[in-house]
């Protein structure tokens, strides 16, 4: 990940933090389940957790000493939801040289993952938020991800066309009257051209009058507790993936 994010041409995109590694840890499971019936490829046990894909080992201990197995470069800095945020890069590594292990599975979907969002936090939290396991699933669970696995396809059983001549010729003709039918409507059908409004003084004084009769009541304001039922998360409104 850290090698792919290297060759972007921003360098303020070139760092990925914990965050980061972990959705991207999480698509490749995703990418390999998909071909491989459900079975990831780390063997990760994810929650839901925080409205995202999550493991307390691999933040706390897995990924740190990763980076520092591999040498990487640690940045740390102020931030307002921790006390220090770190952010890792790496240097002189190909993507070529240490990604020819991986799968095909995996590889060239993440490596597109990676080029697209880098340590764009935003936009890759809501791709990983409306990704089949996270929305087959509700907050605190265990992520599966059979709901990846695509089908196989049924062998659909063809028939030979045993239509005779007789039949084909009666169709063709079938066809050839009703192209007639829609060319006679098509020539009988009148077109209407509306005449657009004339846009002088009548028609905007008339608009202002509209727009003086409308008027919005102020809303109060109110203080309480929303509640929403936790049958929510159960909902296909989350499978819409033009949400914000």
Not at 41 to 52: A, K, L, S, V
Not at 86 to 98: F, G, T
Not at 124 to 153: C, D, I, W
Not at 218 to 233: T, V, Y
Request: hydrophobic share 35%.
């Amino acid at each position: 990940m850290l090698a792919v994010a290297s060759q972007n041409e921003d360098w303020k995109r070139r760092e990925l933090g914990p965050i980061h590694i972990i959705k991207y840890l999480y698509l490749a499971d995703m990418y390999y389940a998909k071909e491989s019936g459900g079975d990831t490829y780390t063997g990760i046990d994810w929650e839901f957790y925080h409205f995202g894909p999550w493991n307390l080992a691999l933040y706390r201990d897995e990924i740190p000493n990763a980076v520092q197995n591999i040498g990487a470069i640690e940045r740390t800095f102020p931030s307002q939801y921790t006390n220090d945020a770190v952010r890792w890069s790496i240097k002189d590594i190909l993507p070529d040289e240490v990604t020819k292990e991986l799968p095909i599975k995996i590889y060239p979907l993440l490596n597109r993952d990676i080029k697209r969002f880098s340590s764009d936090t935003y936009d890759l939290l809501h791709y990983v938020y409306v990704t089949p396991p996270m929305t087959n699933a509700r907050p605190g669970e265990k992520l599966q991800f059979r709901s990846v696995v695509v089908p196989k396809e049924e062998k659909v059983e063809t028939f030979e066309n045993k239509t005779t001549t007789r039949g084909k010729k009666k169709r063709k003709e079938r066809i050839i009257s009703i192209r007639e039918k829609i060319k006679q409507r098509k020539a009988n059908k009148k077109t209407i051209i509306p005449t657009p409004p004339r846009y002088d003084e009548v028609f905007l004084n008339g608009v202002m009058e509209m727009n003086n009769d409308f008027s919005l009541e102020e809303m109060e304001d109110h203080k309480g507790i929303l509640q929403i039922s936790q049958s929510a998360w159960s909902k296909d409104w989350r499978k819409d993936c033009d949400l914000p």
